[in-house]
């Protein structure tokens, strides 16, 4: 592969090819990625990156827009089928603008937005302190429940109740659960607030029929499609009809300027093959794989937060294992596990070295990992963090894991010559 970059730009060249040699070789647990199919990586390198585009299919600002108009349309309507979207914007060109253009889409500066906490398991463009929207907008942030670890309903609606926010957002990049659509809709009804999901995390989930989803009760959806979904990196907006002209302003000309039609063409691709029923099978194993893994962490006295999962995610907290999430996710990096390092609800810790690890089955079940892989995942887990110190144990420890990762080839169709 890359004949022609080898010899005209060797450096690039080595390391992408460095780069499909790591993802081969390690098992990759970071909850946010996937392996995109050959057909999405086509697209992605594809000419379509030449061409501009601003405006929407049958209104653009250019000319020669004849193809990128049915490349656009196909994805709308194929992203329309899957969730049961009435409008779909697919020019987001990742999950922080889309969320930016939902709320201007929907809000005036100033106005109030009831969002999860960072440390719960909310995502900084819900509004983290450090964010520049958070200087714009007025965030309040529900929790999650101590003792059971879901989310705090009650205090949600009291915290409703009190501050009238014109916008309830829910969907997470950490939180394990299921989420009550019904219960937030029937809350934000009472407020007269609208309601916003952002279901990054789990749209591959929802789209293949495993998770409940917002989308037909919710006045608006934001997603990226690189997640679960498994297409390329890239974000989409889904919303009611009656916001569909305020959303498409708001993301063209309101935030963004030409879309990126090579990365709507890969999204078009990946949409076509989340609708297949295989899609269903593989969005049903990465909550099995889950299972056996929190199953087996458990065995081993790792501690879940919120509960359990009912996803494709575990928050780990690492505070009874004497090690930080900082040091877990570097000791793991040692023996080609990948997974990153997370804050627990409430950490004592600081974001760069918190108490927790994330992990995540959604890229391995694409790999074809089943539930015995997983339970063997977790016990390479724990055995790296017990041996923390022991070179010779950890080195066998990485030897079992590239034994594992040869059994399930990655591209086979790249070669690495
Ligand atoms: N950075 C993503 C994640 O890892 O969850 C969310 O945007």
Known sequence: MLNILKNQDPKIADAIILELERQRNVIE?????????????ESLGSVLTNKYAEGYPGSRYYGGTENVDVIENLARERAKELFGAEHVNVQPLSGAPANIAAYFAL????????????????????????TYMSKIFNFIRYKTNKETGLIDYENLRQMAIENKPKLILVGYSAYSREIDYEKIKQIADEVKAMTMADIAHIAGLIA????????????????????TLRGPRGGMIMCKEKFAKQID???????QGGPHEHNIAAKAVAFKEAIQPEFREYAKQILLNAK???KTLKELDFKIMFGQTENHLLLIDLSNKNISGKEAQELLDKVNI??????????????????GIRLGTPAMTTRGFKESDFEIVGDLISRTLENKADETA???????????????????ELSAK
Request: aromatic fraction near 6%; hydrophobic fraction near 35%; include cysteine.
């Open 338 to 355: 990948t997974c990153n390092k997370n804050m627990i609800p409430d950490d004592p810790r600081k974001p760069m070295d918190p108490s």
């Open 249 to 255: 302003k708001a993301v063209f000309p309101g935030f």
């Open 29 to 41: 647990l970071i909850p946010s990625e996937n392996f995109v199919s050959p057909a999405v990586l």
């Open 107 to 130: 809000l005036e500066p100033g106005d109030t937005i009831l969002g999860m906490d960072l440390s719960h398991g909310g995502h900084l463009t819900h509004g983290s302190p450090v």
């Open 292 to 294: 056996a893994l929190e």
């Open 208 to 227: 293949g029929g495993a998770m409940k989803n917002p989308v037909p009760l919710f006045d608006v959806v934001t997603t990226t499609t690189h997640k």
């Open 394 to 412: 950890l080195a066998e420890i990485k030897n079992e894991v590239l034994e594992l990762t040869r059994k399930f080839p990655l591209y086979p």
